[in-house]
């Protein structure tokens, strides 16, 4: 069993960084996949980012390239989602999600066993 709590979210302005944060209990971030989805109103859940269980190997996005970038941090059990160059087609509600099975990435949403409740990320324009 995993449990996933996001933080981090708020109302910024376009330009603006945002650094939300996904803290894992119940097994190690270093021993599983991760990734994180977003969900705007109205839209399907997507994929913005994932990360292999060594975070040695990362998956974005095309639309957060270059702008988005995860880690973890072992020590703390936590993987990130660092948000740069904040725009206004951004906003959603952020999930981190987990596949305890898998060691590389996952890119397929139904493949993740485990969520969080999410965030919501607002960036005015």
């Known amino acids: 069993q995993v449990q996933l709590v996001e933080s981090g979210g708020g109302l910024v302005q376009a330009g603006d960084s945002l650094r939300l944060s996904c803290a894992a209990s119940g097994r190690t971030v270093s021993r599983y996949a991760t990734g994180w989805f977003r969900q705007a109103p109205g839209k399907q859940r997507e994929l913005v980012a994932a990360s292999a269980?060594?975070?040695?190997?990362?998956?974005?996005?095309?639309?957060?390239?270059?702008?988005?970038?995860?880690?973890?941090?072992?020590?703390k059990n936590t993987v990130y989602l660092q948000m740069n160059n904040l725009k206004a087609e951004d906003t959603a509600v952020y999930y981190c999600a987990a596949d305890t099975t898998r060691w590389g990435i996952r890119t397929d949403m139904h493949g993740y066993e485990y969520w969080g409740q999410g965030t919501q990320v607002t960036v005015s324009s």
């Not at 269980?53 to 020590?75: C, H």
């Open 53 to 75: 269980a060594s975070g040695g190997s990362t998956y974005y996005t095309d639309s957060v390239k270059g702008r988005f970038t995860i880690s973890r941090e072992n020590a």
